[in-house]
């Protein structure tokens, strides 16, 4: 049943997310990349509060905590690379794919642009 009702809400969201995008009346290749960048962030959001964000809202056993800047420089200039597979083979304190066995490489590749979005300034 759960599952039943998070499969509504992501169809909810993504289509708040396309119609936030039409009604722009942005060019149509412009709006296909938000489009595609308004899913990404929707599902990114999704997967981390459903997997992530138990560890990386508290810093439990040393994850990097969101909002924390000095948490994920070192991280982010590893590149994405590095990350989605630390995220896949797990890490001390991490198990592999952070316990989201379910999730494609495509989510958790969201899930840590979500996160990194949140705690490093623009």
Not at 34 to 51: M, N, Q, S
Request: hydrophobic share 45%.
């Amino acid at each position: 049943m759960k599952d039943l009702f998070l499969a509504i809400r992501i169809g909810g969201l993504l289509l708040a997310a396309c119609g936030l995008v039409a009604c722009g009346g942005a060019e149509r290749e412009g709006a296909a990349a938000t489009t595609a960048d308004a899913t990404a962030e929707v599902l990114g959001e999704l997967t981390y509060r459903r997997f992530c964000f138990s560890c990386h809202a508290s810093g439990a056993a040393g994850a990097p905590r969101v909002g924390q800047a000095s948490a994920w420089e070192a991280r982010v200039a590893a590149g994405m690379d590095v990350m989605l597979r630390h995220t896949i083979e797990g890490m001390p304190g991490m198990p592999p794919r952070g316990m989201c066995r379910q999730c494609s490489d495509d989510e958790l590749r969201d899930a840590i642009t979500y996160m990194v979005e949140r705690s490093l300034p623009n």
